[in-house]
Nanobody, 124 residues
Framework: QVPLVESGGGSVQAGDSLRLSCVDS????????MGWFRQAPGKEREFVSA????????AYADSVKGRFTISRDNAKKTVYLQMHSLKSEDTGDYYC?????????????????WGQGTQVTVSS
């Protein structure tokens, strides 16, 4: 069983919005920070956003600040990524993961239990 399952991706036009969801089937969701990452074709996976276990602290890549909002519902064991004003450079596969390390939210190496990803394609 895959612990994290992403959904909500799709093909949209520049300027449109999408909301991604990531559902956890495990038992540790509420105690761990969660992150969203993305990987464009031919590029490395990069940090997008993260949220603390309680949801009180968030972090964003500079490229998405002001356009994306991360949130979570611990009762539903779900983390969301609301994306507005999408640009062609936002195109890629989006993954959620659990922050299991003690290091920075921005560090990909601090995450595990990656989902299988959901594809976002933004046409200009």
């Amino acid at each position: 069983q895959v612990p994290l399952v992403e959904s909500g991706g799709g093909s949209v036009q520049a300027g449109d919005s999408l909301r991604l969801s990531c559902v956890d089937s495990g038992r540790t969701f509420s105690s761990l920070a969660m992150g969203w990452f993305r990987q464009a074709p031919g590029k490395e996976r990069e940090f997008v956003s993260a949220i603390s276990p309680s949801g009180g602290n968030t972090a964003y890549a500079d490229s998405v600040k002001g356009r994306f909002t991360i949130s979570r519902d611990n009762a539903k064991k779900t983390v969301y990524l609301q994306m507005h004003s999408l640009k062609s450079e936002d195109t890629g596969d989006y993954y959620c993961a659990m922050h299991i390390g003690m290091g920075s939210y921005f560090d990909l190496g601090q995450y595990a239990l990656w989902g299988q990803g959901t594809q976002v394609t933004v046409s200009s």
